[in-house]
């Protein structure tokens, strides 16, 4: 099973960018798209973007929609969230995960550590 590693994160001001980074461990990609995924404090997990690894396809959570865009390495196996305008309630943990595509509400094996993404106002 392919794990993926997200790093990246940190404490910025509003206004600021920060780029996340979802890596591979060792392999290729062995899913059909990978999905980022936030959890703010109290609150529950919810998706972000997502992109097809098949086209390239990407869709967005309105919220982040103009601000946030993905991207992907394919010989570093790695997808990357540059987040510009980052606003204080985009605080949360951030994951990524493997998708079978970027519709579908599951995801494939287990939520890794995600990386932590604190914006001041």
């Known amino acids: 099973e392919v794990q993926l590693v997200e790093s990246g994160g940190g404490l910025v001001q509003a206004g600021g960018s920060l780029r996340l980074s979802c890596a591979a461990s060792?392999?290729?990609?062995?899913?059909?798209?990978i999905g980022w995924f936030r959890q703010a404090p109290g609150k529950g997990r919810e998706g972000v973007s997502c992109?097809?690894?098949?086209?390239?396809?990407?869709s967005y959570e309105n919220s982040v929609k103009g601000r946030f865009t993905l991207s992907t390495d394919n010989a570093k196996n790695t997808v990357y969230l540059q987040m510009n305008s980052l606003k204080p309630e985009d605080t949360a943990i951030y994951y990524c995960?493997?998708?079978?595509?970027?519709?579908?509400?599951?995801?494939?094996?287990?939520w890794g550590q995600g990386t932590q993404v604190t914006v001041s106002s």
């Open positions: 995960a493997k998708k079978p595509n970027c519709r579908a509400t599951i995801i494939f094996g287990s």
């Open positions: 060792g392999v290729a990609f062995d899913g059909r798209a």
């Open positions: 992109i097809s690894l098949s086209d390239g396809t990407t």
